[in-house]
């Protein structure tokens, strides 16, 4: 499985960004896509996942009401939409894939994307 992710930039405090990974090489339908961010000097912390029908998802308690997950199978594509960012926010934010149901730990995801900077200014 091959995960592309863009979308990242600068962005003030406050605004938006809107993140997408696309998937191919894999069965795309049945993963649970989900996004981990890793700020400098800290180490990477999950920061949602959506399973495959949608119907199950799971956020980290600093975005939540903030960050939305959205998937589109059709097109083997999943975003992040990033409401409110703050300048904790700051990261490289990578997308990843796993089969199996949403799960907050990173070991749990053996597909990942190469990452997409996020810069949050004050």
């Known amino acids: 499985v091959q995960l592309q992710a863009s979308g990242g930039g600068l962005v003030q405090a406050g605004g938006s960004l809107r993140l997408s990974c696309s998937a191919s090489?894999?069965?795309?339908?049945?993963?649970?896509m989900g996004w981990f961010r890793q700020a400098p000097g800290k180490e990477r912390e999950f920061v949602g996942a959506?399973?495959?029908?949608?119907?199950?998802?799971g956020y980290a308690d600093a975005v939540k009401g903030r960050f939305t997950i959205s998937r589109e199978n059709v097109e083997n594509t999943v975003a992040l939409q990033m409401n409110s960012l703050k300048v904790d926010d700051t990261a490289v934010y990578y997308c990843?894939?796993?089969?199996?149901?949403?799960?907050?730990?990173?070991?749990?995801?053996?597909?990942w994307g190469q990452g997409t900077q996020v810069t949050v200014s004050s």
């Open positions: 990843v894939a796993r089969q199996g149901t949403t799960y907050p730990v990173a070991e749990k995801y053996p597909w």
């Open positions: 090489g894999g069965t795309f339908n049945y993963y649970t």
């Open positions: 959506l399973n495959w029908d949608g119907r199950h998802t």
